[in-house]
């Protein structure tokens, strides 16, 4: 019986996706429980599951995945389409005593799950079980960070200040970043390095394509440091944000996004959206833009988003500029993103976590 136990069981479905994962993290840091990370393999044809989408895990190659097996969780944690059919599953397996919290866009009906935790990119409205916030959920600090910041400052100290930190990201939604975005953004960071000095620090993420990334070192004007993703080398994303004097950072990445703004530091806002038609350009033809338009125009309300929604927020408040804005800000003018969003998620999920070691 689970009431028999002395702490609760948490499981936290970890997919592809970084950011969706740092999501469950924070959750699982804030609940103050052990919890227990399950990484799982996907087969290519996932997403045709979704058709019927029934709680099965036809969808993971079991083998190469972490085991699912008894005891079943008190709590699940999950993010992202690949996961939710799994979680399901997992549910169902615990005779329907397994409480399931969803973060960011379901594809199932959001009736299926206990909690979802989504934020304004995407169309979902608040009430019932379902909380929309205003950004992904992030809980970086000045002491969360502190650790990396001793770490990375001191191989990065021969490095002239100010650090400009640029976060790159990939296809996503209406942003495509296609070669010539590439050069683009190169061209604008080269621009606002010649104006205010310091050393450029770059790193890219699994979106980024290769051919992308070529394009955007072969026209950055002498970075000091660059991480290019995939790399052999310790990540150095976290010593990134404890450390950047300023941010440059692609729209398409809601969580480098996020992340940068809860530093308070000063971010510029890089959105790369072609001037051609989009059926004229092709990158418009790539995997992640044709999925993120058919489920857009052919999708249930709950699977639409729009990035655009969150930068209109950032924007508006004055937390982010454009990149080549001519707008001149002093450091000590860009207002932080504290909010309740973490504090009104924690109440929902201790409250769900409760109910279930209850049963």
């Not at 502190?146 to 650090?163: G, L, N, T």
């Not at 092709?282 to 990035?307: E, S």
Request: charged residues 20%; glycine residues 6%; hydrophobic residues 45%.
């Amino acid at each position: 019986m689970s009431n028999a136990r002395t702490a609760p069981i948490v499981w936290l479905l970890k997919g592809a996706k970084a950011g969706d994962y740092e999501q469950l993290r924070v959750i699982a840091r804030a609940l103050g429980v052990p919890s227990i990370t399950k990484q799982l393999v996907f087969r290519r044809f996932e997403l045709l599951l979704h058709a019927t989408p029934h709680p099965t895990l036809a969808g993971i190659d079991v083998a190469a995945s972490d085991p699912l097996e008894a005891p079943w969780p008190d709590l699940v944690l999950t993010a992202g389409r690949r996961n939710e059919l799994v979680a399901r599953w997992i549910r169902q397996r615990s005779g329907g005593r397994t409480r399931l919290v969803h973060v960011g866009r379901p594809w199932s009906n959001p009736r299926q799950f206990d909690l979802v935790v989504s934020n304004r990119q995407y169309l979902l409205e608040s009430g019932g079980n379902v909380i929309v916030n205003d950004l992904p959920l992030t809980d970086l600090s000045d002491a969360a960070l502190a650790a990396d910041r001793e770490r990375w400052s001191a191989q990065w100290a021969a490095f002239v200040r100010p650090w400009t930190v640029l976060l790159v990201g990939g296809d996503t939604g209406p942003f495509v970043f296609s070669p010539a975005q590439a050069r683009k953004l190169a061209s604008l960071v080269n621009a606002k390095m010649a104006r205010t000095g310091g050393s450029l620090l770059v790193t890219t993420s699994g979106r980024t394509a290769a051919r992308s990334a070529a394009a955007l070192f072969a026209t950055l004007v002498e970075p000091a440091y660059v991480y290019r993703w995939p790399s052999n080398e310790p990540s150095p994303y976290r010593g990134l944000l404890a450390c950047a004097d300023e941010f440059v950072v692609t729209a398409d990445s809601m969580s480098m996004l996020t992340e940068a703004c809860a530093t308070s530091k000063p971010v510029w806002l890089f959105e790369p959206l072609d001037d051609r038609p989009a059926w004229r350009s092709p990158a418009t033809y790539r995997w992640m833009p044709v999925v993120d338009r058919l489920a857009n125009a052919i999708g249930p309300v709950r699977m639409r988003r729009d990035l655009r929604r969150i930068h209109a927020t950032l924007l508006a408040s004055g937390r982010v500029e454009r990149l080549g804005s001519d707008k001149a800000r002093a450091n000590g003018a860009w207002p932080s993103t504290a909010n309740a969003d973490l504090a009104r998620t924690m109440e929902c999920v201790r409250a769900l976590l409760s109910q279930s070691t209850a049963d």
